[in-house]
């Protein structure tokens, strides 16, 4: 989800995590393979900030459909 929102690569948006600059619900996350919920807000410094609105189904290729709204940007 980070990487389509800031529409950069997935190693970017790591070392975004990494650096300390991405928040859930107001509170800094340190692991790239944190598991967001409904209505989570996602906040990138620099990017702007995005709520959670739906977490579908799975792909052909098991990837899990999450759809957000943009808030800032």
Do not use: C, W
């Not at 409904?38 to 899990?64: C, E, H, Y």
Request: hydrophobic fraction near 35%.
């Amino acid at each position: 989800v980070l990487k389509d929102m800031i529409h950069k690569s997935r190693s970017i948006a790591k070392q975004l995590i990494e650096k300390k600059r991405v928040k859930v619900n107001h509170t800094i996350i340190d692991s790239p393979d944190f598991q967001l919920e409904m209505n989570d807000l996602l906040s990138i410094q620099g990017f702007g900030r995005a709520q959670v609105t739906d977490i579908g189904g799975r792909t052909k290729k098991d990837k899990i459909h999450i759809t957000y709204h943009t808030l800032f940007k």
